[in-house]
């Protein structure tokens, strides 16, 4: 059974431009998070979908949105990127209506470095 | 509003000796409540997790967990240290409302294992 997959691996961007990163959850998983994690803040979450629906929305500027499809595969996006945007995404996918206390699967991250 | 404590930014043991990895909870429902492990490049793996079922868990390469409601911790521990085991390590709170998935993070401890 394939894991969560995030790509793209790596990404260098400028400050001010956006960008958009991408998750395949574990098939047959409906719920997706994103996290962003940094030496300063730790992990921090983002946003979950689930059933292409925000249900849970993270402490984060209007600058970071994200959305999820049919397929329950989500994107995040970044816009007018910041140095402090520089981060390691994660994301992660559960299997959904299993209740709470269901563990959430994580992928590899997206290391995104703003310059 | 659920938080999570980890004492010890930086953990040393030799190995083949005991590791202890510290967690406090702030909770006021019960809380379920994780281990993850990251290694480096690495995006979070699951050690262990408590949903109530007992208060003793057992996780993964030989790691385990035991739930103190009246000290509330979850602190982690495994009897002999490997090389291996050498990461960053996150304990993780989960309200127990149903229909969410958001974790709340500790600030991570990680753990050098000495030859």
């Not at chain 1, 961007?13 to 803040?41: A, D, E, F, N």
């Not at chain 2, 290694?39 to 262990?48: A, E, F, V």
Request: glycine share 10%; with cysteine.
């Amino acid at each position: 059974k394939a894991g969560v997959t995030q790509t793209p691996r790596y990404l260098i961007k400028t400050r001010g431009q956006q960008v958009t990163l991408s998750c395949s959850p574990i098939s047959g998983h409906r719920s997706v998070s994103w996290y962003q994690q940094t030496p300063g803040q730790g992990l921090q979450f983002l946003f979950e979908y689930f059933s292409e629906t925000q249900r849970n929305k993270g402490n984060f500027p209007g600058r970071f949105s994200g959305r999820q499809f049919s397929n329950s595969r989500s994107e995040m996006n970044v816009s007018t990127l910041e140095l402090g945007d520089s981060a390691l995404y994660l994301c992660a996918s559960s299997l959904a209506g299993q209740g709470p206390g269901t563990e959430a699967f994580f992928g590899q991250g997206t290391r995104l470095t703003v310059v | 509003a659920q938080s999570v404590t980890q004492l010890g930014s930086h953990v040393s043991v030799s190995e083949g000796a005991l590791v202890l990895l510290r967690c406090n909870y702030s909770s006021s429902v019960p809380p379920y409540l994780f281990w993850y492990v990251q290694y480096p490049n690495q995006g979070l793996q699951l050690l262990l997790k408590y949903t109530s079922a007992a208060t003793l868990v057992k996780g993964i390469n030989g790691f385990e967990a035991e739930f103190k409601k009246s000290e509330t911790s979850f602190h982690l521990t495994k009897p002999s240290a490997h090389m291996s085991d050498a990461a960053e390590y996150f304990c993780a709170v989960s309200p127990s409302t149903s229909g969410t998935y958001k974790y709340i993070f500790g600030t991570g401890t990680r753990l050098k294992v000495l030859a």
